[in-house]
């Protein structure tokens, strides 16, 4: 079954509004990160956040390992938040071997 | 601090080709990761290197190859390119047992 699934696929907001990304993930995922990649590629690690809840300015993120989902929300968006963000996990029952699995993606505009 | 850097940021090949992409960690990095992703695909971990060891790969055919040398940069192989091979190509780095990965800006590979 699908190991780290995202919604929404997509997200077109208005500057100023508010977001919430979600990502599922399985049993064999654990580690969750999030990650920005912007429209030229370039990929930025935004939480390491296995469990619990984290912020960074306008961003934050909360885990619940146990339900197997974490959230990534955006307050105030603005439009440099534009891109592509990622969720993924470490592959758990390949032990330490540091491979992410990754989900597809909610691709987010924002608009001015 | 520099970050990852790749080269070239562009390439094109044509069919059958044979294609080499390279990677310089951040100073002190000892692992080194390598990611294709495909138009509208998520990112496929293709390799990870660590102090020039091969510790783990996706699930690609043999003619995806690499190799990590003693300053641990990194090389990615790819031989009898296929069309489905184009796609940006992504590089992380980071400290052994650390979570946290560093992406260079990546290598856009257009097979013709």
């Known amino acids: 079954g699908i190991q780290v699934e995202q919604s929404p696929p997509d997200l077109i907001l208005q500057e100023g509004a508010n977001s919430t990304l979600r990502c599922n993930f399985s049993d064999s995922v654990n580690n969750l990160q999030w990650f920005h990649q912007n429209p030229w590629g370039q990929l930025i690690n935004l939480f390491y956040?296995?469990?619990?809840?984290k912020q960074n300015g306008r961003l934050s993120a909360t885990t619940v390992a146990t339900e197997r989902y974490s959230l990534l929300y955006i307050s105030s968006s603005q439009t440099t938040d534009s891109g592509v963000y990622f969720c993924a996990g470490h592959d758990y029952n390949a032990g330490n071997n540091r491979k992410l699995i990754w989900g597809l993606g909610t691709s987010l505009a924002v608009n001015p | 601090e520099a970050g990852v850097t790749q080269s070239p940021t562009h390439l094109i090949k044509t069919r059958g080709q044979q294609a080499t992409l390279r990677c310089s960690p951040i100073s002190g990095h000892t692992s080194v990761y390598w990611y294709q992703q495909a138009l509208g695909l998520g990112l496929q971990f293709l390799l990870w290197?660590?102090?020039?060891?091969?510790?783990n790969r996706g699930n690609f055919p043999p003619r995806f190859s690499g190799r990590q040398f003693p300053n641990y940069s990194s090389e990615l192989n790819v031989n009898a390119l296929e069309l489905e091979d184009s796609a940006l190509y992504l590089c992380?780095?980071?400290?052994?047992?650390?979570?946290?990965?560093?992406f260079g800006p990546g290598t856009r590979l257009l097979v013709l």
């Open positions: 956040i296995p469990s619990g809840t």
């Open positions: 290197y660590d102090e020039g060891e091969e510790r």
């Open positions: 992380a780095s980071n400290f052994k047992g650390s979570e946290t990965q560093y």
